[in-house]
């Protein structure tokens, strides 16, 4: 079967307790398109990440990704089913350079298995060498080439936010998930990086995107889904999704000093 959905996602639910984290959420999102999840703070938006990515077991709700089923059951699952992602609070080796954290990523796709790795086989040797090489082009790729051979950490907080990315990439995803991208960023680093969502999605990549800085979302995604305690309230072009009266209650009814049709 021949689909251009990448990720079809139908009435996830997730409890904690007495708490419905997600209640009934579906989304769609096609081949090439930046989707955006949004909603104010606690709304679940990365309790939906978690479910997707395997973290968190949901407790109801069908999965297909490339048109094929699949159960999110565990995160090493998921990233061979085609699902890479970021998290909102980096996990990145941190005494490790920066190339041999992307060279981690690219291990899910690798063939010469464990004993290849400790008799260091001719077959080994020479695929080890292929992902170091295409470690490199994709640290070039985000644009932090020249840092391959420093620790992570010694990594300023955006470098390493695009480190993430390189690694998630380097899985060669059907579907990258990234968790507040821009967190942290100043006003020109997030500029960089819409550059590179921009470039990624170009690269004929599928991207779904949580993030708090709405006038990015706005100006970058295709389709954008807001959640409210759980519940989507709203799904649409950004056109559609900035002028839904619930996402601007919403928005404003917790609080926050930016509702989404305030921002141009
Ligand atoms: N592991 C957990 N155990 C209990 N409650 C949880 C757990 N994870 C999330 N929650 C609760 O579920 C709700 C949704 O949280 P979630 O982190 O998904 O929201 P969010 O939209 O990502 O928020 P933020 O924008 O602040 O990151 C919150 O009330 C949160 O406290």
Redesign the pocket.
């Known amino acids: 079967m021949s689909t251009d959905i990448v990720l079809k996602v139908q009435g996830v639910s997730k409890r904690?307790?007495g708490?419905q984290?997600l209640s009934e959420v579906g989304v769609e999102i096609r081949k090439g398109q930046v989707y955006g999840l949004i909603?104010?703070?606690?709304?679940?938006?990365?309790?939906?990440f978690n479910v997707i990515t395997g973290l968190?077991t949901p407790d109801g709700g069908s999965f297909e990704l490339g048109g094929m089923p699949y159960r999110p059951a565990a995160v090493h699952l998921v990233a061979k089913a085609g699902i890479a992602r970021t998290f909102?609070n980096i996990r990145l080796f941190p005494e490790m350079t920066a190339l041999e954290n992307v060279m981690v990523g690219r291990h899910v796709r690798t063939h010469s298995g464990l004993l290849g790795a400790i008799f260091r086989t001719p077959s080994f040797k020479k695929e080890e060498a292929e992902i170091a090489q295409r470690a490199r082009e994709l640290l070039e790729y985000v644009g932090i080439g020249r840092h391959a051979e420093f620790r992570a950490r010694t990594l300023s907080y955006g470098d390493q936010r695009r480190l993430e990315i390189a690694r998630a990439l380097a899985t060669d995803p059907q579907l990258i998930a990234l968790d507040e991208p821009a967190a942290g960023m100043n006003q020109t680093e997030k500029v960089v990086l819409r550059e590179l969502i921009d470039r990624i999605r170009k690269d004929g990549r599928t991207i779904l995107l949580?993030e708090?800085d709405v006038k990015l979302v706005m100006g970058l995604c295709d389709r954008v889904t807001v959640?409210d305690y759980?519940k989507q309230i709203a799904e649409g072009t950004p056109a559609e999704v900035q002028s839904n009266e619930k996402v601007i209650e919403a928005y404003l009814g917790a609080g926050h000093a930016q509702a989404p049709a305030a921002t141009h």
């Open positions: 904690f307790g708490l984290a909603g104010p703070n606690g709304a679940g938006k990365t309790t939906f968190y909102q949580i708090h959640l759980g």
